[in-house]
């Protein structure tokens, strides 16, 4: 792929945070990129943003060709041809959904939402719960539900596959599947406990509960998604279950360990609503965490696969790959209680990746044990900025991405879409969160933050003309959140913009100003450019007063002669 400086035209936006932007890393940091100036960042972030996104098409393109022809469903893998709600529904189809959004609108707002029509349609069995369809049969491949494998299934598809779009997108037609299957799994939650009723005795469906109705009950508003989080809180903190006190095997890999951050963010919930049950969970929930630093890590701070927290001892000392899904926890608690010990062990095992772990087969040869590894770092360095780390997922993100074959798959089984979700994240962190539409392959946008400033980079092989959209908090937007902690398959968030705040919008090629507001920007910044031509502007809140723009004038000017169009009002 030829570098974004050699293609046709660049254009560069500029824009002032003013504190808009809820973390400080949005740019990788390298010593080679700290000899680069801000452009030459911001074009090389566009390269890797750009092949990222092209990645993604690829992957879709490629599974799509084996879609069943009588349901357009997606196989499990290339050898068994069925659908099944934990495998293809929750982890590879909702990332050709996401990929789709970012790239083909219509893509997504066609087939994409047919594939949901459908897979609604025949294969929810108990309710709205979704059973494995057999695409040989055409029809399920059981010939009797089994509630156990159903309940596994949902909770797999609602927490791994329908909530990260519900994050992401905002109210839709997935968000409105997460909530039909959520509330069915409830009301045939058939484990009877001193609590009430809950829909499985799996740690790892627990797990997914507690971090998927801590989330839905802010989103939603509605109290008894947070009461269903009790029951199993309850279960697990005051109940005989507690992680580390009453258990002698605990998995710290897939998918057990979802259960430690499954807690801690119900904790986090609660300290917000219910501040008096958190102060119930206090305790327990630090004696958890502090047991599993004790017996759980090794000498760089990963954990384990699996340790024996009543004996303080090791039964697997292979290195988990979710190292980051635990870790989500304990900042989430250090962002409620301010215990540092938690931030500071974050902190530590983020500055040993790059040392210790650069070509680590997480999981094997498979992209799937890189994908969980990456996510987690991206999500921790959102929050914590250690240069080392930034370097290492640089690193590591051409290690997955060199294990997908020419057709698009990567190893042609349904993880293939966590190759997809954490390459989107990485291309977000590469553009700021900052979007194009339409997409196209020779678009590219990249973007590097500097102090309250973010640099955007744009160009484009062939005259373009479509419109830039900024990122907004859509931790409270879309989910109503009151802080955004750390969540698994979430999509951090790099650079937003308040909707009813205004912004000042400097041409670098031209004095004045324009005004926007923040909705505007969200909805989108027209662009219509021509080959050849360079393009910046300073954004900044209204109430931020000027800024020094004379330097970053000099690096546009050496990238190419100032165009003469002008933008056109979102």
Same mark, same amino acid.
């Given at each position: ?27 990788? =940091? ?15 972030? #566009? ?42 529904? =929750? ?10 959004? %970012? ?9 994409? %939402? ?54 992401? %997108? ?27 009723r809950i829909v499985a005795a799996d740690v790892e469906v627990n797990g997914e509960m507690l971090q998927t109705l801590s989330r839905v009950y802010?989103?939603? /508003? ?40 499954? %807690?801690?963010?119900?904790? =986090? ?54 190292? /980051?899904?635990?870790?989500? /926890? ?7 209680? /301010? ?80 190759? =997809? ?142 165009? #003469? ?6």
């Amino acid at each position: 792929m030829k570098r974004l400086h050699r293609v046709g035209f660049i254009l560069t936006v500029v824009l002032l945070s003013g504190g808009l932007c809820t973390s400080i890393a949005a740019n990788s =940091a390298s010593a080679q990129a700290q000899s680069q100036t801000t452009l030459a960042q911001a074009v090389e972030h #566009a390269r890797l943003a750009s092949e990222g996104f092209s990645r993604c098409r690829r992957y879709v393109d490629g599974w799509l060709k084996y879609a069943d022809p009588a349901t357009g469903l997606i196989p499990r893998n290339l050898r068994e041809r069925y659908w099944n709600a934990k495998d293809s529904a =929750a982890d590879n189809y909702p990332f050709m959904v996401l990929t789709a959004a %970012l790239t083909d609108r219509d893509l997504y707002e066609g087939r994409m %939402l047919d594939m949901l029509r459908t897979e609604t349609r025949l294969t929810s069995r108990i309710d709205s719960l979704p059973d494995t369809w057999s695409f040989q049969m055409q029809g399920f491949q059981l010939a009797e539900p089994a509630l156990d494998r159903i309940m596994f299934g949902s909770s797999e598809y609602v927490k791994d596959g329908l909530l990260p779009l519900a994050e992401y %997108l905002g109210p839709s037609p997935w968000r409105d599947r997460m909530l039909a299957i959520l509330d069915d799994m409830w009301k045939h939650a058939p484990i009877d406990t001193p609590f009430g009723r809950i829909v499985a005795a799996d740690v790892e469906v627990n797990g997914e509960m507690l971090q998927t109705l801590s989330r839905v009950y802010w989103m939603t /508003g509605d109290q008894k998604y947070l009461d269903w989080a009790i029951r199993l809180g309850d279960y697990y903190l005051l109940g005989g279950h507690h992680p580390t006190r009453n258990r002698s095997r605990l998995k710290l890999r897939d998918h057990e360990c979802e259960i430690v951050s499954g %807690l801690c963010e119900l904790y =986090a919930a609660l300290h917000f609503a219910r501040p008096e049950k958190a102060k119930a969970y206090q305790k327990p929930i630090h004696e958890m965490l502090d047991r599993i630093l004790e017996v759980g890590r090794n000498e760089h701070g990963l954990f384990y696969n699996v340790i024996n927290p009543q004996a303080g001892s090791v039964v697997d000392r292979r290195i988990a790959d979710t190292w /980051g899904y635990t870790y989500n /926890g304990y900042y989430t608690v250090f962002l409620v209680d /301010g215990t540092e010990t938690y931030r500071a062990v974050v902190r530590g095992v983020l500055r040993a990746l790059y040392d210790h772990y650069r070509n680590h087969e997480w999981q094997g040869d498979n992209a799937d044990g890189y994908a969980d590894a990456i996510e987690g770092a991206l999500n921790l360095y959102n929050r914590e900025p250690v240069e080392s780390a930034a370097m290492w997922i640089d690193s590591e993100i051409r290690v997955m991405w060199a294990k997908q074959k020419r057709d698009g798959l990567i190893d042609a089984w349904h993880c293939d879409g966590n190759f =997809a979700r954490t390459t989107i994240m990485y291309c977000l962190w590469k553009t700021a969160g900052v979007t194009i539409r339409p997409w196209r392959a020779d678009v590219q946008l990249g973007a590097v933050r500097r102090g309250g400033s973010v640099v955007l980079v744009l160009s484009a092989g062939s005259p373009w003309e479509g419109s830039l959209r900024f990122d907004t908090p859509r931790h409270r937007t879309h989910m109503g959140l009151p802080l955004d902690w750390p969540r698994i398959n979430q999509f951090p968030e790099w650079f937003v913009v308040e909707a009813d705040e205004e912004y000042a919008v400097y041409d670098l090629h031209a004095e004045g100003k324009a005004s926007y507001s923040g909705r505007q920007l969200a909805e989108g910044l027209a662009i219509a450019l021509g080959a050849g031509e360079v393009r910046g502007w300073v954004v900044q809140k209204s109430s931020a007063g000027e800024t020094d723009l004379n330097q970053l004038r000099v690096e546009l000017e050496s990238l190419s002669p100032p165009p #003469a169009a002008r933008p056109k009002a979102p």
